[in-house]
């Protein structure tokens, strides 16, 4: 425990650097007729989007035509990375900047703490008006808080994690919206998410927060704004109004469908993977069906996307607007035989990350060495013309967006225990027994991706893995026990170890 940092100290330490940071309008931008020259923020992000779902990942045959225009237009990230593949761990770095070990966000439903600013908190500029729109999981889920001025809330399925002195009657905006057009709530006087997304269209959630949206961006078109929007989609419950969008006759299924896992896999992962198989069907229609509807999904959230963007467009504000578009994490959707995340792997931890930069005339461009979200802030930060991060884990990618940086990193990737992902199919299994399955529940696994395509990840309870991403990208073939790399997995697991006590890691591997 040597090695652990008191959270507050260092979030304390963190958050007073930022602040005293000069902001100013970053050079390059083109200046405008507007009250404020100040960039825009337009953040939408999506929950559970693996990377290949657009055109620019590969997958042409996806319906997303204004995803591919924005790619088009856009900073491509080709091996973007989660900090953690589950959605609040992985949230909380989005929003602060902060490893979900630092901020106490390591697995789902913990809060994020009061004294942890976000982005809205580390800007500090009065000028901007800020909104947070969409799913948040951070905690509070409809109440508005960490410097967003505006809050529109579209789940209440969190009202058991609200902090004291909560409401926990209130409902989000989402509730009210589909009240005040005749529907009545279908479980406990609230609706659930498989109700929401059985409605036509124009009722189901990316409508909502596409109207709420452009509204915004009407209402605030002359001064500075930060507007994040954050889709459920393509998340369970895996079906919407777009379900016959695509033909499961024109689906792929991944290449490592049918990989059996073998005993030299971690025994989490062989539990979910039988979870999966009995919940979701084990015959090749079954998930070609489920990547359909998936796919339809990601179309559905891709129209809302678009008319976002055409507001943005219609109201003159893209030229100084910067555009992010990524997800919370990924989902096997398929690979090994899996659904949803939770684990190491490519499908899981990949995310699409594009970035919309205006001083760069919409030139597309790829970054193809490893990035992670843990970059996330700090890049915006420099954006947004705050000249030091130097306080942050994560390091802006501004000078290798600029061209002026070909300094390739490490990616680092965090698993935590007790993240609710040990699944066991109905009526138990014979894979663990209970003790067994106790035991790999709490256990802690830190991965290493190199930029030469080796990945390294190291678990405290269960399985080791090592991976040649070049020779193996559908990760078939666990090379830990193999006795031929033991000089790679040394000069990985030291990085990782240099890694944990650059950032406070107390965990023993």
């Not at 958050?15 to 940071?21: D, H, K, Q």
């Not at 800007?123 to 729109?133: F, I, K, S, V």
């Not at 895996?238 to 969008?245: A, S, V």
């Not at 040990?422 to 991706?449: D, M, W, Y």
Request: charged fraction near 25%; proline fraction near 6%; include cysteine.
């Amino acid at each position: 425990m040597g090695r652990h940092l008191n959270r507050r100290g260092f979030i304390k330490a963190a958050s007073a650097g930022a602040a005293a940071f000069a902001i100013n309008g970053y050079a390059g931008f083109s200046q405008s007729s507007r009250k404020w020259d100040k960039p825009n923020l337009l953040f939408l992000w999506t929950d559970e989007q693996r990377a290949d779902t657009m055109a620019a990942y590969g997958n042409s045959r996806i319906h997303t035509p204004n995803l591919n225009k924005l790619s088009r237009e856009s900073i491509i990230f080709d091996r973007a990375y989660v900090t953690q593949p589950v959605c609040t761990p992985n949230r909380s770095a989005v929003m602060t900047g902060l490893w979900p070990h630092t901020t106490g966000c390591i697995k789902n439903n913990i809060p994020l703490p009061d004294d942890v600013p976000c982005l809205p908190e580390l800007l500090n500029d009065p000028d901007y008006h800020t909104a947070y729109m969409g799913k948040w999981h951070l905690g509070d889920e409809i109440f508005s808080q960490h410097g967003f001025q505006e809050w529109v809330a579209i789940e209440d399925g969190y009202s058991s994690y609200y902090s004291q002195g909560r409401d926990r009657n209130e409902r989000s905006d989402y509730h009210h919206f589909l009240v005040e057009r005749g529907y009545q709530p279908d479980r406990g006087g609230k609706f659930s998410r498989s109700f929401a997304a059985r409605r036509p269209i124009e009722h189901c959630k990316p409508k909502f927060l596409e109207l709420k949206a452009c509204d915004f961006q009407r209402r605030h078109r002359n001064e500075p704004f930060m507007l994040y929007v954050n889709f459920l989609e393509p998340h369970m419950p895996f079906f919407g109004p777009l379900d016959n969008e695509h033909d499961p006759k024109d689906v792929q299924l991944p290449e490592n469908f049918s990989d059996p896992l073998e005993e030299n896999e971690p025994l989490r992962y062989r539990l979910i993977r039988e979870y999966c198989r009995a919940k979701y069907g084990v015959k090749e229609g079954d998930i070609r069906q489920l990547i359909a509807r998936y796919w339809g999904l990601v179309a559905q959230v891709d129209r809302s996307v678009g008319a976002i963007l055409r507001t943005l467009d219609d109201l003159g504000l893209a030229d100084n607007t910067i555009v992010v578009y990524t997800s919370d994490h990924g989902d096997m959707m398929g690979a090994h035989h899996m659904v949803e995340k939770s684990v190491m792997y490519e499908e899981a931890v990949r995310i699409p990350w594009l970035m919309r930069i205006p001083q760069l005339n919409g030139r597309r461009r790829n970054i193809t060495h490893p990035v992670s979200h843990i970059d996330m802030v700090p890049t915006l930060l420099g954006l947004l013309g705050v000249r030091n991060e130097r306080n942050f884990p994560g390091q802006s990618l501004v000078p290798r967006i600029q061209g002026n940086s070909n300094v390739q990193r490490d990616v680092f990737i965090e698993w935590n225990p007790n993240s609710g992902a040990l699944k066991v199919k109905k009526g138990g299994t014979k894979l663990a027994s209970k003790t067994e399955q106790k035991r790999i529940e709490n256990e802690h696994t830190r991965t290493i991706i190199s930029p030469d395509g080796w990945k390294l990840c190291l678990s405290d309870a269960d399985k080791s893995q090592l991976f040649n991403l070049r020779n193996d990208p559908g990760e078939t073939t666990n090379l830990f026990n193999s006795g031929q790399y033991k000089d790679i997995i040394l000069k990985l697991a030291k990085k990782i170890h240099r890694w944990q006590e650059q950032v406070n890691d107390a965990v023993d591997l």
